[in-house]
């Protein structure tokens, strides 16, 4: 029989095409994660239109979800688009970098905690947790393997891991300001020792079998990451190269968008939780930082004032914008300052720190 | 597993997996640059010479 979906339609539902129309809006106009956002809100308008069917058992949201987020290749597939477009050389010229790029996983455990006092279980305060990681298909690969069977904690995971990461340089500058002072602000760090080839190719192999014996578990987000970057630093496989960090990395963005979508239906997401996920995501991004900058300081400490502790915020590992921040605020106290790639360095870390935390608490609570 | 277990158990994997990475990028990176420089930067080291000479002076 015909219906009218109009007279169908749930408040629920009116509210969620609403937030569709705020994440395109914010995509769009304020170039908010764009290639994230505008799908995730289309596939929102898609998922909340009364009687498509497009949500059912053989609807297609529901197939691309099921098939390819819940699973995991989403993820994965763009781990491995990440590391083609990834440049681990400034963690190479000063590889001490990587325990900053460990210090600011604290955020994730801190928040970890702050959820199970706040009435999350385990598994999914572990999920929660990880928003602190500063990367998205790290928070959706947790999340689908620690609460796969419970959509709203993996809809509301993402998005406030993609939106935070899109307002890293809105969160994190008040707080590398509290943790620092002006003079150590304005420390100019020397030049970096340039890397060989040899070194760069020999790095993803080598990460990929340490992390794969200390922490199995995180091995398919760092083996597609370093998959991606070896692809890179060949220099023989551009084709793999080129394909996994641009086509390849689209088709699973656009998949990653319509599957997060199908997640954000109205009885799903209009629930006290996603504003709980949502508040605990900020406190997980801005204790990562705070670790990260306090960690910095111990560096600072240790180095008789040579390194700028700014750079440890940048071991969150949102890529590049939290080192594109530590520049940034560099700048604004000495002009002549610049302190990006120095920062790339633990903010690569980061990514692969973060991967190593989900990897654990996956190992320990799938 | 307690949370407070599950979290000391995070952050020590994690600062130990990355301080042995931090090590072994050290030892590898060390051994690479002493045993296995490649002709390329052999290359760019005598070409980074020669153009320090040639600005330095003389003709």
Excluded: C
């Amino acid at each position: 029989m015909f219906e009218i979906g109009l007279f169908a339609m749930s408040w629920q539902q009116a509210a969620m095409i609403g937030i569709g129309l705020l994440l395109i809006y914010l995509g769009v106009s304020k170039n908010m994660e764009p290639l994230l956002l505008g799908p995730i809100g289309f596939a929102v308008i898609l998922a909340n239109m009364p009687l498509t069917g497009i949500t059912g058992e053989t609807g297609l949201l529901n197939i691309v979800y099921t098939e390819l987020i819940g699973t995991g290749i989403i993820p994965l597939i763009i781990f491995l688009g990440i590391g083609t477009m990834t440049d681990f050389s400034p963690l190479l010229a000063n590889p001490k970098t990587f325990l900053l790029g460990a210090a600011a996983q604290i955020g994730i455990f801190l928040a970890l905690g702050l959820a199970i006092i706040v009435g999350f279980d385990l598994n999914a305060a572990a999920s929660i947790g990880i928003i602190g990681g500063a990367d998205g298909p790290t928070a959706i690969y947790a999340a689908t393997q620690l609460v796969g069977e419970r959509p709203e904690i993996i809809a509301a995971v993402t998005v406030s891991a993609y939106s935070y990461m899109a307002l890293v340089p809105i969160i994190q500058p008040p707080i590398i300001k509290a943790l620092t002072t002006k003079d150590q602000r304005k420390i100019r760090m020397g030049k970096m020792r340039k890397v060989s080839r040899k070194e760069k190719i020999v790095f993803p192999i080598g990460v990929t079998i340490i992390v794969g014996l200390i922490v199995p578990s995180a091995l398919p987000l760092v083996g597609l990451l370093m998959l991606g970057n070896l692809f890179q630093v060949s220099g023989v496989m551009d084709r793999l190269s080129n394909t996994g960090g641009n086509a390849l990395m689209d088709i699973a963005t656009i998949m990653l968008g319509l599957g997060v979508g199908f997640l954000m239906t109205g009885d799903t997401f209009l629930v006290l939780e996603t504003l709980k996920i949502l508040l605990l995501g900020v406190f997980a991004f801005a204790t990562a930082t705070a670790g990260g900058t306090l960690f910095g300081q111990l560096y600072y400490k240790l180095s008789n004032g040579k390194i700028n502790p700014m750079i440890g915020a940048a071991g969150v590992s949102a890529v590049p914008m939290a080192s594109r921040v530590v520049q940034k605020m560099g700048q604004e106290e000495d002009a002549g300052s610049h302190l990006l790639m120095h920062a790339m360095g633990p903010n690569v870390a980061g990514v692969i720190g973060s991967a190593t935390a989900a990897g654990i608490l996956i190992g320990l609570l799938a | 597993m307690s949370p407070v277990e599950v979290i000391l158990i995070g952050i020590s994997v994690v600062f130990i997996t990355l301080t042995i990475l931090t090590l072994s990028t050290y030892f590898f990176g060390w051994i690479v640059n002493k045993y296995f420089i490649d002709e390329e930067d052999d290359k760019e080291k005598i070409a980074a010479i020669v153009a320090a000479i040639q600005a330095g002076g003389g003709d």
